[in-house]
């Protein structure tokens, strides 16, 4: 555990870094929804809805797979006047107030989230979080996504090497028109149905090594972790294969309407992909996606079906090249 030295000025408590634990992860949601709120207010954007069960869901994901990766900042409790503090540290906790989450993917460090309750800010608390997370990282790719009208975030991210290099792109919406599916010779394969093949193991093997090997030649690593958490989700994965049997892509839809990751070998199958993953599932409400500005074939096959950009777009940054964002689409900002 880290204190900061010196304290806080103007009286404020002083603020201890740990390694986060799954009891803090509530709170670790409310310095999210804080953090965006107080933020949304000033680019006119609306209040985020109350809705948490989907980032408590990942946030338990970020901390089971990397927990390492996972800090958080609290408040020194007060004491009443001459009163000594407890000789336990976690007794003399306060609040919550910060926290990150990074992930390591082979050779590739991802910065997932960092958050800063308001009236904690400009402070130096969100740089300290992320120099703790990158102790040790020298070896890495480093990378991470922000918000395009996050002046003060992007040029801390910047100074570490994180530079803003590709828009992504927000769309959400309803299908209104029918676009164009997969060519001839292109076929859908359910996960399900390959999960549930022959009792020897060869669907789920054959799935896993072709999920490794696509992600490998388009995101630049492997990440089964990230997969099984997609089907812990409810999420439905494509397998797609040529006529001859070989693997070309994958995608995947869900009934909440969130569309990726998505994997193409040739990125000229991008548009056909999700134009399969738009008619595979309908929706409870809209679908939404964030499809990077350089996979133009998804951003068409959208925008045709009636989808509408949504927002700010955000940025992916890196300090090396890592990904061919023409022939993937991520899970989130959050999870690559």
Excluded at 14 to 39: F, M
């Amino acid at each position: 555990m880290t204190a900061a030295p010196g304290g806080a000025p103007g009286g404020a408590p002083a603020i201890r870094l740990r390694p986060a634990q799954p009891g803090d992860l509530p709170a670790c949601v409310g310095v999210w929804h804080a953090g965006l709120t107080e933020y949304g207010v000033r680019v006119g954007r609306p209040e985020m809805p109350p809705t948490f069960g989907p980032l408590l869901g990942l946030l338990g994901h970020l901390l089971a797979t990397d927990p390492d990766g996972f800090w958080v900042a609290v408040a020194d409790a007060p004491h009443p006047a001459g009163a000594m503090a407890a000789h336990d540290p976690a007794s003399a906790e306060g609040p919550i107030v910060a926290f990150v989450s990074a992930l390591r993917r082979e050779h590739v460090w991802f910065l997932s989230m960092l958050f800063v309750q308001p009236a904690h800010q400009e402070r130096g608390l969100g740089r300290r979080l992320l120099a703790q997370v990158l102790a040790g990282a020298d070896d890495a790719t480093h990378a991470t996504c922000t918000d395009s009208a996050q002046p003060i975030s992007n040029a801390l991210y910047s100074r570490f090497g994180m530079v803003p290099r590709l828009p992504v792109l927000e769309l959400v919406g309803r299908p209104e028109r029918p676009v164009a599916g997969l060519p001839d010779g292109i076929r859908a394969v359910p996960f399900d149905l390959l999960r549930a093949g022959p009792t020897d193991g060869a669907g789920p093997r054959r799935l896993a090594a072709a999920l490794d090997r696509l992600d490998r030649g388009t995101l630049g690593y492997a990440h089964p972790q990230d997969h099984a958490y997609l089907g812990a989700q409810g999420r439905l994965g494509y397998l797609y294969e040529s006529g001859d049997g070989s693997v070309v892509g994958y995608g995947y839809a869900s009934e909440v309407g969130r569309l990726g990751p998505i994997a193409v070998e040739d990125a000229i199958l991008m548009g056909p992909v999700m134009g399969h993953l738009l008619g595979s599932v309908r929706p409870a409400g809209a679908f939404s996606a964030w499809i990077p500005g350089s996979a133009s074939a998804a951003v068409a096959t959208l925008l045709a079906a009636g989808l509408r950009l949504e927002d700010f777009p955000a940025l992916v940054c890196w300090d090396r090249p890592f990904a061919d964002f023409e022939r993937y689409v991520p899970i989130t900002l959050a999870v690559l």
